[in-house]
């Protein structure tokens, strides 16, 4: 099924996130004559973290599209939510408090492998699926002043784990294409979802204390909250 096929039941696409990164993504994975508006969440992303650091992303992205989903009160919207976290043995780095905070990050990131973790929220017609992606990264070894000349152009203050791989802090990572993989693993996915919940598949999970259920889409996952 097309996507533009998928989308008929939806009278407009809302992505709340303010998130340049997002926007941009979301508006190349739509068909040319699809739009989108954007309405940033105001949930507090104080969710406790615990131990598994994709179900607490899956969780904020969550409570951020339900945020607006309620603020919008129209479910013919299709709303799209997103969280996203670095995750350095096994604890939760998300956006630094300053650009001191920034420093010690990326400090702890120099030169070690690390995860990106990405949770996604869809929600229309009263249903609402959610996944998550997760990718390696490696850091290359960084000296002290490589570390401050970044960290004080302010570029790591709204990202997760101080820095973003898009931009100045490509140069950071030691190996591999993370920018290209991800925003290609992460788009057949949300294409995914939106095809899975905008024609009313049969079946919706809903997420109990047990754990969640996944459905294999073209070689990725899609869990469904």
Known sequence: MLLKEA???VTAIVLASGSPRRR????QMLPKDVSFVVQKSTFDEDLPKGDDAALYCVRTAEKKGEEVCAAINDPS???ISADTVVVLDNVVLEKPADEAHAVAMLRSLSGRSHDVVTGCALFHGGRATTFYERTAVQFSSLSDDAIAAYAATGDPLDKA???GIQGRAGALVERGDFASETSSRSTKLIWAGIRYIATAASQLCRR????VSTMAVSGASVRHA
Do not use: A, H, K
């Open 7 to 9: 989308l008929q039941s």
């Open 24 to 27: 941009e993504l979301l508006g």
């Open 77 to 79: 919207r299709l709303i």
């Open 161 to 163: 784990g101080g820095y």
């Open 208 to 211: 109990t204390p047990s754990g």
